[in-house]
């Protein structure tokens, strides 16, 4: 009796040691725009300005676009998207509750800049969600996360550390799609992961 009490005892005893082990990480990106040449925050011709600046402790961009001519612009955002890393189409949107400030557009899938206008957003990897500002997550062991911070392209965490760092070095793409005079124009930005700061959690 007493030898299966000790059994027991060190197999409690490993399983709490490898419980304790278990390490989780997380990433922080730092990436810079490397295209289009020469901008290194946006472009800019005779109709539009658009300025891009990254927000990577967020995930998020941040952009300023500027209607430059006589005529409307829109920014189409079924069209607009990111390709990651990993060559993935990901939708492209507003953070969270910027929907819940333009009820004029509430359900458009375009929002229209005025001649003049700047229009001012910051840009997340996801679709928009006009009835509900909020992302849902699930975690492996079932638990379910409500949270209102915005999505990111990038892997946030992981179990190893690998998970980041294989993303150094790699570039990915936000195309912003826009309706210039009845044309649609596609104004692509290349970004590369420049380093990946790795911290351990227990």
């Known amino acids: 009796m007493k030898r299966a009490q000790g059994w027991l005892l060190v197999c409690l005893t490993v399983l709490l040691s490898m419980t304790a082990c278990t390490s989780t990480y997380r990433f922080q990106y730092r990436y810079t725009m490397i295209e289009p040449p020469g901008g290194s925050e946006g472009i800019e011709d005779d109709r539009v300005s658009i300025r891009l600046a990254p927000v990577p402790s967020r995930g998020t961009l941040n952009l300023a676009l500027r ?12 069209e607009t998207h990111f390709i990651d890393p990993l060559g993935r189409r990901q939708q492209a949107t507003e953070v969270g509750t910027n929907w819940f400030l333009r009820p004029a557009n509430w359900f458009s899938d375009r929002v ?64 912003l799609a826009l309706r210039v005079d009845g044309e649609d124009i596609r104004y692509p930005f290349t970004f590369r992961i420049t380093d990946v700061d790795v911290q351990e959690t227990r």
Do not use: C, M
Request: proline share 5%; hydrophobic share 30%.
């Open 67 to 78: 209607n430059k001519g006589t005529r409307g612009v829109a920014i189409d955002w079924e």
């Open 112 to 175: 229209a800049i005025a001649p003049g206008d700047i229009y001012r957003i910051q840009v997340q990897a996801g679709r928009h969600q006009s009835y509900n500002p909020f992302s849902i997550t699930r975690q492996a062991s079932g638990a379910v996360n409500l949270s209102s911070s915005p999505r990111s392209l990038l892997p946030t965490s992981g179990n190893t550390a690998d998970i980041g760092e294989t993303y150094q070095g790699r570039t990915f793409q936000f195309i």
